[in-house]
């Protein structure tokens, strides 16, 4: 039966996680849910999306369909149907004859104007398609989003934990339909997020990015403002926000209003749904970014030892220095950006097009050329809250030594340390692999769970959870910030802000050297990434898509009798398969080993990993 809340005395992690959005169009709900999706995914939490509008625009129209019903389960069932010419279907051209729906407004009473739906509109689904005094076409969108429904359900019963179904769900009546089909499923909560948005300078620019949806593609954008802009009237007739109907079944939900501005949480029980709501707390659209760098080259770094508590080498020395030289400019680059990107939006919603029919702003790189920009005049109004934030080791306080502390606030946070190797602190591999032998090949097969022997000795599982009030409190500031870190952190930070697989994450090539920089944007982070060339004294940025690479290791088996040598083709197996198949979550993880831009990139997808081996690191 669907369970509203946790009243019995089993675990948390018994239970299954339904979270329904609702809201109008154009309210932040998508960005929402990426958001939500990829920080649960981070945790270890198996979390996926379903979202109605992509189902929706895969069936058609409402004559291509004929509805049926089997059981419990709502299927579309495509009806027979002549097949139309290609040419009807040439969605980059615009029709010969303006339509009913997809003309403007002015050209209603044009006589040119077809009675009909052109073959563009038949399956772009037009304002008309959500009226709510269309009776077939309501039909049909109920029924798509409870066959959405359907297969979110089946994914949480082949092993998934938390689903996410992602469409409007605006009416009383769908949500009702919802909390009566999850009555009969065990061990599955429920919990409505709704999107509010008052912000009309939010509202208009997320229009505009609708313009840019696979339902508007080839569409001339007044036309495409003007018609989502009626379906948002359409909309509107029918909302209905969640209340007294649903409060009536207990259920738990929470209202975000104006991207986190204010929360209203209610009936909130669960541990899952805790986590959600406490996350959402937290999130802003303030222009910011967020640096990630390891620490300058320490003195155990040019000797090959991990942990410890070294200070920096000569080398470490000259990385600190030109730093502060790099922040320092980049924060008033990034103020020249964010004010050109500002006017760049103006302009765009103002004018109703955009340069390269994009909905991402203008590239920074055209603008972050300090040779085109006045810092004089900038520097004057770049903020002063901007922080940065170290571990408690030596040596990342020292690099950071020579940045102003009247213009940056330095917090030294000690969960920013790096993993800690317990007995095998300030070894070198080769010692390990020595002293060790289990251990050093335990590792390796299961790198991002195995903990280091000896007391207080971790896993990236453990320092995932470390890092989790950290990666909640960068959602909630609002300005920039720097974190220099260790080679650990950093790869678990950058996992989270790039939706980059917890497995993947103990691989990822993060040498000395590097800055990398994390914006948040409507359709998620942007990453750019600088170079420190030590010839020029100074950072290049370089191509972002091709720095997060995974590489990994070559599995070798030591022994007390010498060298480590290569492992078995099984062994190697072994590692492989738990490479691609491991799916545990972190809360229920069972520790084994307890014996003691102009280069920009958006990371929609992992790059391939690269053949060449690189050492076993941290």
Known sequence: ???????????????????????????????IVKKLKRYLSWLGFQTKIFNVGDRRRLAGSTDEYEVSERGSSV??????????????????????????????????????QLAAPCAQCETRHSSTFFDPDNKKAKQL???????????????????????????????????????????????????FVESICTDKDIINRNIRLKTQSPDYVGIDPDVAEADFRARLRNYERAYRPIGAAEEKHDVQYCKIIDVGKKVIAYNIQGFLESQVVFYLMNMNLDPRVIYITRHGESEDNSVGRIGGDAGLSANGEKYARALARFIDRRRIE????????????AQFMASGTASGNSSEPESESSHASSHSTDYSSLLRRVKPDFEIWTSMLKRTMETVEHFDPQRYRIKNIRSLNEIYAGKCEGMTYDEIAAQFPDEFEARQLDKFYY???????????????RLQQVIVELERIRHSVLLVTHRAMARTLLSYFMDIPTTHMPDMELPLGHVYSCEPRPFG??????????DADDFEEIDASTTLKIRYPKIVVADHRGPASPASPAR??????QHQGQSQHLHKHKHKHDHGHGHGHRHDALPSPADTPCPATH
């Open 334 to 345: 990034f103020s020249a950006e964010v004010d050109e990107q500002n006017h760049l939006m």
């Open 141 to 191: 969108r109920e029924q798509v989003a409870m066959e959405v429904f359907e297969d979110l359900l089946r994914w949480l019963q082949a092993g998934g934990q938390i689903a996410i179904h992602d469409a409007t769900n605006s009416t009383i009546e769908r949500r009702s339909a919802l909390i009566n089909r999850l009555r009969s499923e065990t061990d599955v909560n429920l919990l």
């Open 525 to 534: 982070n942007f990453l750019r990434v600088w170079r420190y060339d030590a």
């Open 1 to 31: 039966m669907l369970t509203l809340g946790h009243s019995d005395a089993r675990t948390d992690s018994d239970h299954k996680l339904v979270v329904v959005m609702v809201g109008l169009p154009a309210r932040g709900k998508s960005y």
């Open 75 to 112: 299927r579309l069932q495509r009806a027979t149907k002549p097949a139309k010419p290609a040419h009807e279907h040439a969605y980059a051209q615009a029709p010969a004859q303006s339509c009913v729906d997809c003309s403007k407004p002015e050209a209603a009473s044009s006589s040119a």
């Open 572 to 577: 190697q197996h072994q590692h492989q398969h």
């Open 451 to 465: 903990r280091y022997p000896g007391i207080g000795g971790e896993s990236y599982a453990d320092v995932v959870l």
